[in-house]
């Protein structure tokens, strides 16, 4: 059964790894439902988050080949429920017929949209939230005449408190035992 | 990264009291490549020259007494000699080659060494890192041509980052599951002056080769290891890239469970051992690929589970618990579910496991190996090996040259039937004795790999077998042998046909040989041309004295024997069968 996954990738930031993870999407098959790079939280590691579709048995093969990638540190792999995601939208809507329409304020509460600008053609509207409500709002706003709408993709964020720097710093370790050592470490 | 720095300040200031190599003076990109290759060891480079790469050749010179260049006849042809000089000599293949079409004829190469875990740095040269991006001449993205078939890849665009560059290519290529890097450097980069010091490399953040030993994983296979009653080791390639051979068989001889091989594993496990089962897949033996399905427990030693070896995934070896001994976690529960994954290097698994499995004998399970053995024998073997009348047989040829060498030597061998054949009938005593095209299979390989593997071990007998459809593809490397007096010994099984895909369409098109027929000019004549003495063989009664010619000859020698056409090689599991529907006779 295919289910949303988000992959959290983080990777040295180096030239060519959102290629390198492309091409192993891409020779499985899998469509990417959106996808968002950043800088992490530890200096110099980018964080990549994708949102793909498949079995949980292909998300954990393909997450064991991006991890195989020689600048790849760590890849997280995650069902909807294990973290909490947003996404950001952003519509520009006629004023005209917004305002027409007196619903602006039901809106904005409704939804926990905020207004971002206002001009005599059109105000911005940015609402953060899942996919589902982004659309709703959508729905709610096309009848006021919608100019443009953009989405992001998702960031997410995990519910469990290990963090990627606990992580880089048992890579580290394992990375710092000599063969000697480990042998040393696996008799005691 | 600021202790890194002071170590680096210190080792500088180290190395300057006293002149060295790598005292900091002042170089070109160009000379600080071969002065790292130096410091890496490296001795022999495969290569062509062109445009961009001129630089680094113009320095060469002045480093011939410690740098030997094998000028090849093409990219590809590098490609492949530098791979088969890597598998013998357990050093990593170096390549350079030009920009553009140079660099993008080394891909077949690359993509062939990647999926056969084959050490290799491969330079390739850039134009001028201000035309980059322009379509200039001979550009090329090579970075994204060769990143889906290399380990990792780089382009370098400042001369002082060269040496860390190729210190880091030395270290990924060679540790963990080893492979291919390519390392593209500008013109302007080989031609700008830097300070040269060389640091290997041994630690990388993102990369991690030593995987701390699984102590739990390993006890609980030794307790199911000694709960075995029908147990089978499949050993691979990775035996022989961590030199298990020898753990291989202290383990296998205390436990008394039968070893089956891989393609690229063979060589890792004496063929003449009495607990020898044979090799595995399409083509193998019949014994290990019907008892696949009969074992209760298979121990898969640095083998991936390739469809070639599986057949259908669906029927195979449902009956057994697994134990997969592999140092790349993704190839553990890729295609195969296994029970106990053991993600560590498999020498250091063996000699842990050794002390803890008890000695045991198998005596009626390795019986029925036999009893295949000899069903085999009977119904393909002794006809393909020993045949009273008709045609030349590859399988003849084979079991003769494995006879006069007394299976010493280091065969290489082409893609096709060819392959298989040498797979099936040479008798292998040696470690790192067979060099063939595994995972790629790419035809076109044998000729410039026998080159390779002729410089990387000079002191054996090379011996390749090369269909006359793969001879051709790489012909050119004729003039290679000729140039540099390789002595390498070419058995040309010439059939007329692309023998593997004909037996394809005998057996499942109708026997509609589409394509396949070829029309072959004189390879003697050809060969002759090159000062390559050759003889044709076209009668049994000429075969073993020809056989024997070449053998004794101090030079190049080859022989192009005229082969039973409509041979097939046999037995064969079909494409969708299962392994135990392994089949011994086929009738058109």
């Not at chain 1, 706003?141 to 408190?161: C, D, H, M, N, W």
């Not at chain 2, 089956?260 to 044979?278: D, E, K, N, Q």
């Not at chain 2, 000729?447 to 012909?475: C, E, H, W, Y």
């Amino acid at each position: 059964m295919k289910q949303e996954f988000t992959i959290s990738l983080f990777s040295e930031d180096h030239i060519g790894i959102l290629n390198q993870i492309t091409i192993i999407l891409t020779r499985r098959q899998i469509n990417i439902e959106s996808i968002t790079a950043s800088e992490s939280a530890v200096k110099g590691v980018q964080l990549l988050t994708l949102v793909v579709k498949t079995t949980p048995d292909m998300v954990r093969k393909v997450a064991k080949q991006m991890e195989k990638l020689v600048d790849v540190l760590k890849v997280f792999v995650h069902s909807s429920d294990e973290i909490i995601y947003q996404e950001i939208a952003l519509y520009k809507v006629t004023t005209k017929g917004l305002m027409s329409g007196n619903v602006i304020d039901h809106i904005v509460r409704s939804y926990h949209a905020r207004i971002l600008e206002v001009s005599p053609e059109y105000i911005i509207i940015e609402k953060t939230g899942h996919k589902s409500e982004i659309t709703e709002l959508l729905t709610q706003l096309e009848p006021y005449g919608v100019l443009q709408f953009v989405r992001s993709g998702r960031v997410a964020i995990t519910k469990q408190v290990k963090e990627l720097n606990s992580y880089l710093k048992e890579m580290d370790e394992a990375n710092r035992f000599k063969p000697e050592e480990i042998e040393a470490y696996n008799k005691n | 990264m600021n202790t890194d720095l002071e170590t680096d300040m210190k080792m500088e200031k180290a190395t300057n009291d006293e002149p060295t190599l790598n005292g900091g003076e002042q170089v070109t990109g160009a000379d600080a490549l071969l002065r790292s290759l130096i410091e890496e060891g490296v001795d022999t480079i495969f290569g062509y020259p062109g445009g961009a790469i001129m630089p680094v050749y113009d320095k060469l010179l002045d480093y011939e007494d410690k740098l030997k260049h094998i000028l090849t006849r093409h990219e590809q042809g590098a490609a492949h000699a530098a791979q088969a000089y890597a598998m013998v000599s357990g050093k990593p293949g170096i390549c350079f080659a030009t920009s553009g079409p140079g660099a993008t004829n080394l891909i077949t190469g690359i993509a062939n060494a990647y999926l056969d875990s084959v050490p290799m740095v491969f330079i390739t040269a850039q134009v001028v890192s201000t035309l980059i991006g322009t379509d200039a001449f001979q550009e090329t993205d090579i970075l994204g041509v060769s990143m889906p078939v290399t380990k990792w890849n780089c382009q370098v665009k400042k001369a002082q980052d060269i040496p860390d560059i190729i210190a880091k290519a030395f270290y990924i290529a060679t540790t963990g599951r080893p492979g291919p890097v390519l390392i593209d450097i500008t013109k302007d980069a080989q031609n700008e002056k830097l300070s040269f010091k060389y640091k290997r490399c041994t630690y990388l953040r993102s990369y991690n080769p030593h995987i701390p030993l699984h102590t739990k994983a390993i006890e609980s296979a030794a307790i199911m290891i000694n709960h075995a009653e029908r147990p089978l080791i499949l050993a691979g390639h990775g035996v022989l890239i961590s030199g298990a051979e020898k753990e291989l068989r202290e383990f296998a001889e205390k436990t008394g469970i039968p070893v089956a091989v891989t393609l690229l594993g063979i060589s890792s496990f004496p063929s003449g051992h009495r607990l020898y089962a044979g090799f595995l897949g399409m083509h193998g033996n019949y014994g290990p690929n019907l008892l696949t399905n009969e074992a209760d427990l298979i121990i898969a030693i640095g083998m991936r589970f390739d469809d070639r070896v599986t057949g259908n995934l669906k029927k195979y070896a449902r009956q057994a618990r697994i134990i997969h001994i592999e140092i790349d976690e993704a190839e553990i529960n890729k295609n195969v579910q296994v029970d106990l994954e053991i993600h560590n290097d498999a020498k250091e698994v063996l000699s842990h496991l050794i002390p803890l499995v008890g000695k045991k004998t198998y005596e009626s399970w390795v019986r029925e190996f036999r009893i295949c053995d000899k069903t085999e024998f009977d119904k393909v073997i002794k006809s393909e090996t020993k045949p009273d009348s008709g045609d030349i047989k590859m399988g003849e040829v084979i079991n003769l040259v494995s006879e006069l060498t007394g299976g010493d030597a280091v065969i290489v061998t082409d893609v096709g039937q060819n392959q298989m054949a040498a797979a099936r009938y040479f008798r292998f005593t040696n470690p790192n004795s067979l060099v063939t095209s595994g995972g790629m299979g790419t035809m076109g390989f044998g000729l410039p790999a026998s080159i390779g593997a002729k410089i990387g071990n000079p002191g054996r007998q090379v011996v390749a077998f090369i269909g006359d459809g793969g001879f051709q593809m790489t012909i050119q490397e004729l003039g290679t042998i000729l140039h540099y007096r390789i002595p390498v010994k070419i058995i040309i099984l010439n059939n007329g046909y692309l023998g593997m895909v004909r037996q394809w369409q005998d057996m499942f098109f109708k026997k509609r040989y589409a394509s396949t027929e070829l029309v072959n000019p004189d390879f003697v004549t050809i060969a002759a041309g090159y000062k390559i003495p050759g003889i044709k063989v076209l009668e049994r009664v000429e075969l073993k004295k020809s056989l024997i010619e070449l053998l004794k000859s101090d030079g190049p020698f080859l022989l192009d024997i005229k082969i039973d056409k409509e041979g097939n090689v046999l037995p064969m599991i079909e494409p969708g069968a299962s392994v135990s529907e392994v089949t011994l006779n086929y009738k058109s």
